[in-house]
């Protein structure tokens, strides 16, 4: 089975079950026929993870010359020491009391999303919900003026939403850079309590962030916390409406199980080997790509015990949709957080929400680095 067409793209796990089956790692080219490797088992997705000889690094020359400096510069594309230094900065402004001060934030905001849902007989849930309250909590973390938001939110759309155009794409990144470039002014001159409020006024033992560094964090921020997190959302309704009964288990155990069974980021990031790295039997050569399938290995059942049954009592963690290593997600605590407070609300409000379609007729986001629904019609039930 092609990990590259509608079949893959509406249910990934047979292919991907395949695929583990044969082997830890795989020798794949991608639609637009580019080699890579894909790693499928979870012994050797952590291997990959935290091997230092994987660099992060790829080229960016091929982007437009404004573009660079603000790309070039974010972590995720960083290896030691650089990283290390980017980390250690933007973890001492983006900490968990900062995250846990959210909490009302996003409840006004998951309430207000709640409020127009409902003005809907069949609202899709995906756009109306799973979307719009990552972005809107992610903005008010970064401190965007509600009414700034809007074109963002266009561009982020454009960036992550659906498979658009280069010359797109790089207009859309080019007018988040500009955004964020006079954001990050208007805030030196006037600082606010936010977290680029913060990265701008943090002096860390005489370091900060340069002015192109600050525009990366901000961009990075925003689209690695933005898409991922509605998935989160999206698929733990999905889920959640498929069973017969709603789990009688905390919030918090139901959205580690989702995280497992549904991994948001269907894939790790790009990583290239630096010299020969072996995986089980195979040898990959140095200068290849490699991504890690996070939802293979999150049902690897050399590490998960009944891997494709939901169970929110397994308790024993372990799994990788927010990486492992060097590189975890920075946004993990804020995006569980929201997904509970989501979750909770949503059915607090609406305890016979169902879904509106069977879903063999769901419509899933294409390509291989995410595993989210494009649209997620609901019935709310009675209020
Ligand atoms: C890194 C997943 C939400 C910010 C990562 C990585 C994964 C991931 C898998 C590592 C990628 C790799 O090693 O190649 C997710 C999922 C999320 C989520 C599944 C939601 C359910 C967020 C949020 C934010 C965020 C809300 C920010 C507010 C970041 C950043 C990194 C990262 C900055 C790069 C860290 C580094 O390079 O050191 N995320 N993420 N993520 N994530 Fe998340």
Redesign the pocket.
């Given at each position: 089975m092609s990990l590259f067409g509608e079949e893959y793209t509406a249910d990934p796990h047979p292919a991907l079950a395949e695929l583990r089956e044969a082997g830890p790692v795989h020798r794949v080219t991608s639609a637009a026929g580019v080699p890579f490797w894909m790693v499928t088992r979870w012994d050797e997705a952590r291997q990959v993870?935290t091997d230092p000889s994987l660099s992060?690094r790829q080229p960016v020359d091929q982007l437009p010359a404004s573009l660079r400096p603000a790309l070039a510069t974010q972590?995720?594309l960083r290896d030691p020491p650089d990283?290390t230094r980017l980390?250690r900065l933007v973890s001492a402004a983006f900490t968990p009391r900062r995250t846990r001060e959210l909490t009302p934030a996003i409840e006004r905001i998951t309430d207000r999303l709640l409020d127009e849902l409902g003005a809907a007989p069949e609202p899709d849930l995906i756009a109306g919900f799973a979307v719009p309250l990552?972005f809107e909590v992610?903005c008010e973390?970064l401190g965007v003026p509600p009414r700034e938001r809007a074109p963002l939110r266009a561009w982020s759309d454009t960036i992550i939403v659906g498979g658009p155009a280069p010359a797109d794409m790089v207009a859309a990144m080019s007018g988040m850079v500009t955004y964020f470039g006079d954001l990050l002014a208007r805030k030196r001159a006037d600082p606010e309590d936010d977290l680029l409020g913060a990265l701008l006024t943090m002096a860390d033992e005489g370091d900060r962030l340069s002015g192109d560094e600050l525009v990366g964090m901000a961009l990075?921020?925003l689209i690695?916390?933005h898409e991922?997190?509605a998935?989160?959302i999206g698929n733990a309704v999905h889920l959640l409406c498929r069973m017969p009964a709603r789990p009688d288990r905390p919030t918090a155990a139901v959205v580690e199980e989702v995280?497992r069974m549904a991994?948001?980021?269907a894939t790790?990031?790009y990583?290239v080997t630096t010299r020969p790295l072996t995986l089980g039997t195979v040898t990959i050569p140095a200068g290849e790509q490699v991504l890690v399938s996070?939802l293979a290995a999150n049902r690897d059942p050399e590490r998960f015990t009944d891997p494709d049954t939901f169970d929110p009592d397994r308790g024993d963690g372990g799994h990788l949709?927010?990486?492992h290593?060097?590189?975890?997600?920075?946004?993990?605590p804020?995006?569980r957080l929201?997904?509970g407070i989501a979750l909770d609300r949503l059915f607090a409000r609406h305890p016979d929400l169902e879904a509106a379609v069977p879903p063999e007729d769901l419509r899933w986001r294409s390509g291989l680095l995410m595993h989210g629904l494009a649209a997620l019609p609901v019935r709310l039930g009675r209020p």
């Open positions: 993870l992060k972590m995720l990283h980390r990552p992610i973390l990075l921020l690695a916390g991922t997190t998935n989160l995280l991994s948001p980021a790790s990031t990583r996070l949709a927010f990486g290593g060097i590189h975890f997600c920075l946004g993990a804020l995006a929201e997904a």
